[in-house]
């Protein structure tokens, strides 16, 4: 009735859940990042809860419109009192499956399901099954999508689902029946109310969707009145202003005025209840069980991270634990979850600044693989002081069990060491699980690189990333430009501290300890801007069919630049078996035996670009430092990066595909004054005062000190 007089192309307010109106206030895009996370893990459970009118069902329309429907078969069920059978028959009709609708066996129903759900993984889809107002269903109807979890093919789960309802279906799936269910929730979270900037924000919002004009205005007063009257409810905010709009257009107003507000409130108490339109309550993203201490900022939490459908346990014999000093006089404790050379070698030199600031604090890295995935100490010996204890959890197998594993096995460490903080130093799921369960237990979480977003081509790197931005409780953004993406993202600013990269210090303190670097360099012709490669064979990288392709190309796409390459034994076995020796050296390409990796770092520095699968251990580093990177794509389904950092390299290219830089301008010289260990001391000072502030202590925090990399070697001899 309004919409045509003020201009607008929609009702602005209409109840009906719209994804083309989803709002992303803070504890919606928290609830949607942990959604996309569970969505990626492809098999258990999903849980969202909320009160009525919290904007459930619009977060999972939007999750479901970004999926790729050539690989996802997406149904919903908007449940009512649906009993085991009841249920059984929803999906067949939901998922589009012929069947007949009087069919009441059970064992044809599922047969038929199951029949379905084959036929989707052979086309390389999975099902996702969305049942609305899950509340409802019978505990008999839960237990039976349970064990409709339990279909694989080539252990891969054919069904995933999402739980969505009231506030009391995490009581029922609390309850003692549903115990096996639990343990398959990968992800949950509960939607609380808008806040009332939020609040005005998403009013703007929607009158933005529809072309407003700014006819009808709003005084700045009524926006907490409406937030006030509504309790910050998205459909009791939509219910309101659909009111005020239709009153405006009656009354020949342009502007919607407090006093306004007020009297359609009173109105719509007395017509439909205060149930409806009613105060404000409190702002609720996850209920946290704390066993340690509440969280200082508000870190969205999930309340149920990863369970193995098995125990495991927690101190299997894959563990390997290495203890190299007690430090008894340690006042603080830090966990370092790592999974990457680039992340150990991070974390030890943390480690270091934290051991020698004013309070001492150990430092406990928690490898999530073998040790043996690290390669020999002496690779990062000669470049700082080790951790004073690391503990390697040998954790293997499909990636779901790898997330399981890592959960139950860091719980163990959270509660035998007690950590200040946990600090995530890798993007992967199984650390991302980590750092929720640490929210989760009341430890806050640090990020090292917030705010950086891998290529494009890394989908779940950056996913992860944000989410574990989303995690943290404090934040350091190594630029501007990162805490310009945090903010864009609704991080809040007071958890934000723009450092400079604990890679940079790694990069650094490499280099200065790394001569062999500088002398395979040498003994090649090579100062800077050439394309370094450091591909492999083996260990489920390239294969040994692949070298003499692989040769080629490089051969094709070298061009003028110099191109040296860095290979392994089982490599250098191969191209020799194959006679492709001959060629490279023909092609002007060198080769040299594979150093350590303090020593690749180095050399890394000084390359115009790096050319390797998807697999090596600079991969990270080349995206943390933004060298040019080109990832060898064997079977030319990469696809193309849109970012320009990072392009898939075909093994029928003839040309790289991407701009590098032939100056090799990776290396940063550090201003006068500062020195290769200046981030990690300053984040180390910073954590020390933000730990005293929240807990309420009077030790005052000196400046850091300045040591060079040689002198950090030395202070604990």
């Not at 309101?240 to 507000?261: G, I, K, M, P, Y």
């Not at 990162?482 to 903010?487: H, K, Y």
């Not at 004054?673 to 984040?683: N, P, Q």
Request: proline content about 5%; aromatic content about 4%; charged content about 20%.
């Amino acid at each position: 009735m309004f919409e045509s007089h003020f201009g607008f192309s929609a009702p602005p307010f209409q109840l009906n859940p719209d994804p083309t109106f989803y709002f992303g206030s803070k504890g919606h895009s928290n609830a949607l990042a942990y959604l996309q996370y569970g969505v990626h893990q492809a098999e258990g459970f999903i849980v969202v809860t909320g009160d009525i009118g919290a904007g459930k069902t619009t977060l999972v329309r939007t999750l479901l419109e970004g999926l790729d429907a050539t690989q996802v078969k997406a149904a919903q069920i908007a449940s009512t009192q649906l009993d085991a059978v009841g249920l059984l028959q929803a999906m067949l009709t939901a998922f589009g499956v012929p069947h007949n609708p009087g069919a009441v066996s059970k064992a044809s129903l599922i047969s038929t399901l199951e029949a379905f759900f084959m036929t989707l993984a052979i086309k390389n889809k999975r099902a996702l099954l969305v049942i609305d107002e899950a509340q409802n269903l019978s505990m008999d109807a839960i237990e039976e999508l349970r064990m409709l979890s339990n279909f694989q093919l080539r252990k891969q789960a054919l069904l995933q689902s999402f739980l969505v309802g009231q506030p009391e279906l995490r009581g029922m799936i609390e309850s003692q029946r549903l115990e096996q269910l639990r343990q398959r929730v990968i992800a949950s979270c509960h939607l609380g109310p808008l806040d009332a900037d939020e609040t005005r924000r998403y009013i703007e919002h929607r009158l933005n969707r529809v072309g407003w004009n700014g006819n009808p205005s709003f005084e700045p007063e009524a926006f907490p009145h409406i937030h006030h009257a509504t309790g910050g409810v998205p459909r009791r905010i939509n219910l309101l202003c659909n009111r005020l709009l239709l009153s405006a257009f009656l009354e020949n107003l342009t502007q919607v005025t407090t006093a306004q507000v007020l009297r359609i409130a009173q109105e719509l108490r007395h017509e439909v209840g205060d149930a409806t339109i009613a105060q404000p309550t409190g702002r609720v993203i996850a209920d946290v069980p704390v066993t340690r201490r509440a969280p200082v900022a508000a870190a969205p939490v999930l309340d149920e991270v990863v369970r193995s459908p098995q125990p495991v346990a927690a101190t299997p014999s894959s563990v390997q634990r290495v203890v190299r000093r007690e430090l008894s006089a340690a006042v603080r404790t830090v966990l370092c979850v790592v999974d990457t050379p680039s992340g150990y070698l991070n974390a030890a030199l943390l480690a270091a600044s934290l051991e020698h600031s004013p309070i001492i604090t150990r430092t406990v890295v928690v490898g999530l693989g073998a040790a043996q995935v690290f390669g020999p100490v002496e690779n990062y010996a000669e470049v700082v002081d080790l951790p004073a204890i690391e503990v390697h959890l040998g954790i293997e197998g499909s990636p779901a069990r790898r997330t399981a594993e890592a959960v139950l096995r860091v719980e163990a460490l959270l509660d035998e060491f007690a950590p200040d903080l946990l600090v995530p130093l890798s993007t992967s799921d199984e650390a991302v699980a980590c750092a929720m369960l640490a929210s989760r237990k009341g430890v806050p979480v640090v990020r090292l690189d917030g705010g950086v977003r891998a290529p494009v081509a890394f989908e779940a790197a950056r996913r992860n990333a944000s989410l574990l931005d989303r995690i943290a409780s404090q934040i350091f953004a190594p630029t501007q430009v990162a805490a310009l993406t945090l903010s864009n993202e609704g991080i809040e600013v007071g958890q934000v501290q723009v450092m400079g990269s604990l890679t940079q210090d790694a990069l650094s303190a490499a280099d200065a300890a790394s001569p062999l670097a500088q002398a395979l360099m040498t003994h090649h012709g090579l100062t800077s801007g050439f394309a370094l490669v450091t591909a492999r064979v083996g260990h489920g990288r390239l294969t040994p069919q692949s070298l003499s392709k692989l040769v080629l190309m490089l051969s094709r796409v070298r061009g003028d630049l110099p191109m040296l390459w860095l290979v392994c034994g089982e490599t250098q076995s191969a191209l020799r078996g194959q006679g492709l020796g001959t060629v490279l050296s023909r092609s002007g390409i060198s080769l040299a035996s594979m150093p350590v990796f303090s020593s690749r770092l180095s050399i890394l520095q000084r390359a115009a670009c790096l050319i390797t699968d998807h697999g090596d251990d600079l991969v990270d580093v080349a995206m943390s430092t933004g060298t040019p990177l080109l990832l060898l794509d064997e079977t030319g389904e990469g696809g193309e990066s849109a970012d320009g950092r990072v392009a898939w390299l075909p093994f029928e290219a003839s040309e790289l595909g991407l701009p590098v830089n032939t100056r090799g301008a990776n290396v940063v010289d550090l201003p006068i004054g500062e020195t290769a260990t200046s981030v990690a001391e300053s984040m180390v000072s910073h954590l020390h005062g933000w730990l005293s502030r929240r807990d309420g202590e009077t030790t005052i925090i000196e400046p850091p000190r300045r040591e060079s990399a040689s002198r950090l070697k030395e202070v604990g001899k």
